[in-house]
């Protein structure tokens, strides 16, 4: 919910069909952000590009990758570094090439888990809207689930102390509103997020106790969307603020997620974080 734009790469080494991919791509908004496109001339580059930017890779939600550069294979041999030597499953292949004889797309997919292929004769402007678009989408999703996911672990593992329950999700907030460029948080503007469970404040990223309080109290007053038989919902007012309300047993009130996300939400978020938000507030009910 926290990215300001999505990190795409586009490596080929003929500058023209560069400079397309990039005017092609230049307008395209995934979810209300704007692409952050990178282009390369050789899988030197590209590889000398991951090397650099620390940040990049985790963030990388695309890649479309030339098969035929420096040489025959220098396409798949990028992709086999980006999946096996930086172990990075998440980010989208997907491979083009003008040569596809080369490169028998069967074989290329299973033995370099490769998310699409395509000759380059095919890439229309279309193409690459479709295919872009489709694989951001895509990376948010997987990278969301297991971001979440993990999270959910490790505050299980912390159950029993609500000190270790509140510095797990404190790191991850922290860890979730870092620039790519690894400046902290405070470079960011207007984004908060915050976890209640009933008036005890167990994580927070912008707003104080007090702050936190009066946005959960007038987004709850709000008509929410419900999430599951179990009374649970959420609420996106008109300044994209976010609540996501789990009641909780026996009357003791309801455990929130706020947040100030900086794109729109896709439905498929506030599912997930109720889901995390009950395992969040189990935990912190049975520590001390």
Same mark, same amino acid.
């Given at each position: 919910m926290f990215q300001k734009e999505w990190e795409v790469l586009v490596v080929d080494d003929d500058p023209d069909v560069l400079e397309i991919s990039r005017l092609a791509l230049k307008s395209v908004n995934i979810y209300g952000a704007p692409l952050k496109l990178h282009l390369c001339g050789s899988k030197a580059e590209a590889v000398e590009l991951i090397a650099t930017k620390a940040q990049l890779l985790p963030a990388l939600a695309v890649a479309l990758i030339d098969v035929v550069m420096e040489t025959d294979t220098a396409g798949l041999d990028l992709c086999r570094y980006i999946r096996e030597e930086c172990n990075n499953p998440l980010t989208q292949l997907f491979i083009r090439t003008g040569q596809p004889g080369l490169a028998p797309e069967r074989e290329v997919i299973d033995r370099y888990d490769i998310n699409g292929y395509f000759n380059k004769a095919e890439a229309t402007q279309d193409k690459l809207y479709t295919m872009i678009k489709s694989g951001v989408r895509q990376h948010y999703w997987s990278s969301f689930a297991l971001g979440t996911l993990m999270i959910v672990s490790q505050v299980n593992s912390a159950m029993g102390s609500r000190q270790k329950v509140a510095s797990v999700l404190q790191k991850s907030f922290e860890a979730a509103f870092q620039e790519?460029?690894?400046?902290?948080?405070?470079? #960011?503007? =207007?984004?908060?997020?915050?976890?209640?469970?009933?008036?005890?404040?167990?994580? =927070?990223?912008?707003?104080?106790?007090?702050?936190?309080?009066?946005?959960?109290?007038?987004?709850?007053?709000?008509?929410?969307?419900?999430?599951?038989?179990?009374?649970?919902? #959420?609420?996106?007012?008109? =300044?994209?603020?976010?609540l996501i309300k789990v009641p909780q047993p026996g009357g003791q009130g309801d455990a929130c997620t706020l947040a100030t996300p900086l794109f729109r939400v896709p439905e498929f978020v506030p599912a997930n974080l109720a889901s995390a938000l009950t395992c969040y507030a189990a935990a912190w009910r049975q520590s001390v």
């Open positions: 790519r460029s690894g400046q902290a948080v405070s470079s #960011y503007s =207007n984004v908060n997020c915050a976890v209640l469970v009933g008036d005890d404040f167990v994580a =927070n990223v912008g707003w104080d106790q007090r702050e936190a309080l009066a946005v959960r109290d007038r987004l709850a007053a709000m008509e929410g969307v419900p999430l599951g038989p179990d009374g649970s919902q #959420y609420v996106i007012d008109e =300044n994209n603020q976010l």
